[in-house]
């Protein structure tokens, strides 16, 4: 069973950091393109960043450059995403995705974990 699942999502003061992981399991992510993305109240789901297959390029959305960093893993078959400086925008629920390249566009993505709940709040 093809499956993607999070974890490390949770309630951070505003400057904080979080650290999420996302784990697959019934196939290996090395020959994946790899996304978070996230959904806040009452808007879109949006991309936060991806990562690349062969050369691991990176790239992020221009709210969370220089606070947030993917990478991976692929023999523990796990992508993180290390999130510090956080603020209360950041709040939302996050998403970790597969698809066969790293972009931004979520329609892309063939494999999708359940979210994590990220709260950043005093």
């Known amino acids: 069973q093809v499956q993607l699942v999070e974890s490390g999502g949770g309630l951070v003061q505003p400057g904080g950091s979080l650290r999420l992981s996302c784990a697959a399991s019934g196939f290996t992510l090395d020959y994946y393109g790899l996304g978070w993305f996230r959904q806040a109240p009452g808007k879109e789901r949006e991309g936060v960043s991806y990562?690349?297959?062969?050369?691991?390029?990176?790239n992020y959305a221009d709210s969370v450059k220089g606070r947030f960093t993917i990478s991976r893993d692929n023999a523990k078959n796990t992508v993180y995403l290390q999130m510090n400086s956080l603020k209360p925008e950041d709040t939302g629920i996050y998403y970790c995705?597969?698809?066969?390249?790293?972009?931004?566009?979520?329609?892309?993505?063939?494999?999708w974990g359940q979210g994590t709940q990220v709260t950043v709040s005093s």
């Open positions: 990562i690349g297959t062969s050369d691991g390029s990176t």
């Open positions: 995705a597969a698809g066969p390249w790293a972009t931004m566009n979520q329609y892309e993505y063939d494999y």
